[in-house]
């Protein structure tokens, strides 16, 4: 069945740090993947997603590139601020189906 | 900005008690979810639901969970008889079309712990 692997957490960098949360993924056909964001006391909201190989997707400095060469899915951003500190998900969805696919998450803290 | 919410934030039960969770979503969509995290592991799918019916489970979604949309804003996740392992965030989600374009809009969540 479909799967996602992710680095384990926590991440801790200072602020200004290049950051690299690392994703693969094990799906039958070919998957649409995303990243979630879930702030401390919120819900989880689609940070970026791509849908097909080789798509980047990105938003708020926050990039991934779909490789399906690799079946990786890595999230980077080039210099992280306190407020980027959340816990970041990645998920695929395949099949065209409704169900979303979760990696376990990664926390990330960024100080100053 | 339109939101998913849910109730209640946070419930404890007895160990073989009912537990209803309510969450509304967000009023154009037309796929809503039920996802749960027990604390330190992934966030699994439970459930899907469109046009009034159940569209998939997962083999988590047993004969003591049901779900139901009442009243055209609500929908709400049932737990007949909750276990210990039961305990566990659960999120509602929504959205518009199907999961691999359709972005999923989830709420804050409901923890349920089970004594």
New interface residues.
Partial sequence: GDSVTQMEGPVTLSEEAFLTINCTYTATGY??LFW?VQYP??????LL?A?KADDKGSNKGFEATYRKETTSFHLEKGSVQVSDSAVY?C?L?????????????TKLQVIP | EPE?T?TPSHQVTQMGQEVILRCVPISNHL?F?W?RQIL??????LV?F?NNEI??K?EIFDDQFSVERPDGSNFTLKIRSTKLEDSAMY?C?S?RG????G???????SRLTVL
Avoid: D
Wanted: aromatic content about 22%; overall charge negative; glycine content about 18%.
């Fill in positions: 998957p649409s979630y006391g919120e819900g989880l909201q689609l997603k849908t998900f998920a969805s395949s099949g065209g189906y409704q169900k979303v696919t979760f990696g376990t998450g | 998913v849910q796929y979810y996802y330190g592991q992934k966030v699994e799918f899907s469109y569209s998939e997962s999120f989600a959205s199907r999961g691999t374009t972005e999923l809009f989830f709420g804050e969540g």
